[in-house]
């Protein structure tokens, strides 16, 4: 059973860079598109992007100029960065596993929560 | 983007008795393969979401069989025949047609 797992810096400085990466165990990385996906602390779901084993990419419009998702095969790991943070991208970080054929995400990190504050 | 509304956005329901969650979308789901890729995701408290439902109407490994999808185009309905204490939760609407996807806001389950 794949399981995948968040890790990164819990506080980010505004105006800095938001890193994270997803660790993906118990199968491969390979044919099936990584996504990472957001919640505000209280609030509901919002789609960040995904990323295909080859490397293709697809960012949501919101956060495109902001976004760039990449991946590392050979370590069974995709990454998240998010440049120029404000506090409104204070959330649980999710990344979560999309399956192409049904476009529906059938597994997910447990989330890591980042707080942009000074 | 596709904006998915989901209706109620609280419901209060008593045990055994059932319940049913209602989730409409701005435009038509249906992708230019044929299918609908409208989902459904269950979401306790402190925990990530988990995918019950995909496709409209197919129940995700280890679902229950109480919980059941249905719809077409833009309305979708989630329904639970005999609510259980262990679903309480937030469940989400999601289409996955077209990019970005796009989730409802969320409908909180409750036990009267």
């Known amino acids: 059973q794949v399981q995948l797992q968040e890790s990164g810096p819990g506080l980010v400085k505004p105006s800095e860079t938001l890193s994270l990466t997803c660790t993906v165990s118990?199968?491969?990385?390979?044919?099936?598109?990584w996504s990472w996906i957001r919640q505000p602390p209280g609030k509901g779901l919002e789609w960040i992007g995904y990323i295909f084993y080859s490397g293709n990419t697809n960012y949501n419009p919101s956060l495109k100029s902001r976004v760039t998702i990449s991946i590392d095969t050979s370590k069974n790991q995709f990454s998240l960065k998010l440049r120029s943070v404000t506090t409104a991208d204070t959330a649980v970080y999710y990344c979560?596993?999309?399956?192409?054929?049904?476009?529906?995400?059938?597994?997910w990190g447990q989330g890591t929560l980042v707080t942009v504050s000074s | 983007d596709i904006v998915m509304t989901q209706t109620p956005l609280s419901s209060p329901v008593t045990l055994g008795r059932p319940a049913s969650i209602s989730c409409r979308s701005s435009?038509?789901?249906?992708?230019?393969?044929?299918?609908?890729?409208l989902s459904w995701l269950q979401q306790r408290p402190g925990q990530p979401p988990r995918l019950l439902i995909y496709?409209?109407?197919n129940r995700f490994s280890g679902v229950p069989d109480r919980f059941s999808g249905s719809g077409a185009g833009t309305d979708f309905t989630l329904k639970i025949s005999r609510v259980e204490a262990e679903d309480v939760a937030i469940y989400y609407c999601m289409q996955g047609t077209q990019f970005p996807h796009t989730f409802g806001q969320g409908t909180k389950l409750e036990i009267k």
């Open positions: 118990g199968g491969s990385i390979s044919s099936y598109y």
């Open positions: 435009q038509s789901l249906v992708h230019s393969d044929g299918n609908t890729y």
């Open positions: 496709k409209i109407s």
């Open positions: 979560a596993r999309v399956r192409s054929i049904t476009a529906a995400v059938d597994a």
